[in-house]
Nanobody, 126 residues
């Protein structure tokens, strides 16, 4: 049974930073592409960032490029999302997801991810 658990969300002022973690149990993540998505109230869940199993390739949404960084901590079976220069528009529930397909392609659509965490709330205030 695979479980993904996000942590690190909270309330932060605009311009601040947060570090989200996604810890996995039941399967080693290092072989799989991992993604972060977010969902704001009244909006669809949207892609934020993803990283390949090897960690060699990353993809970011245009809205977060240059501000967010996705990385892996293989020793802890964890994926990290470092978020800097946060804006009000970054307020959302953030989800991590795992793509267990053998493809090396990084997908940005929710339907391509097999397992999801329950999410962690990020609220950016002015």
């Amino acid at each position: 049974q695979v479980q993904l658990v996000e942590s690190g969300g909270g309330l932060v002022q605009a311009g601040g930073s947060l570090r989200l973690s996604c810890a996995a149990s039941g399967r080693t993540l290092s072989s799989y592409t991992m993604g972060w998505f977010r969902q704001a109230p009244g909006k669809d869940r949207e892609f934020v960032a993803a990283i390949t199993g090897s960690g060699g390739r990353t993809v970011y949404a245009e809205s977060v490029k240059g501000r967010f960084t996705i990385s892996r901590d293989i020793t802890k079976n964890t994926v990290i999302l470092q978020m800097n220069s946060l804006t009000l528009e970054d307020t959302a529930v953030y989800y991590c997801a795992a793509d267990f397909s053998p493809s090396s392609v990084i997908f940005t659509t929710t339907s391509r991810y097999d397992f999801w965490g329950r999410g962690t709330q990020v609220t950016v205030s002015s």
